[in-house]
């Protein structure tokens, strides 16, 4: 069986609207780097989250929703 997939979409998904901005996503990544380092020793914080929206925000309307989401969204059955 194993542990539970992770929510990677509820985990970003600060507000629970079932849409993330650039604002939750920059929060998530900003969480993810490791301890001792800052988010200005990661040089390219912003073109990062550009690159997401590029790829998963397939209507462009500034928002992922959980429909556009690729990555690991799966709830507990």
């Known amino acids: 069986d194993g542990p539970a997939p992770t929510n990677v979409f509820k985990e970003i998904d600060a507000n629970g609207d079932k849409q993330l901005t650039r604002e939750e996503l920059s929060e998530y990544l900003k969480k993810q780097i490791p301890e001792g380092m800052k988010v200005d020793d990661v040089p390219d914080h912003d073109k990062l989250i550009e690159d997401i929206f590029q ?15 690729t990555g690991p969204k799966h709830d507990e059955l």
């Open 55 to 69: 790829h998963e925000d397939s209507d462009k309307n500034g928002v992922i929703t959980h429909d556009e989401f």
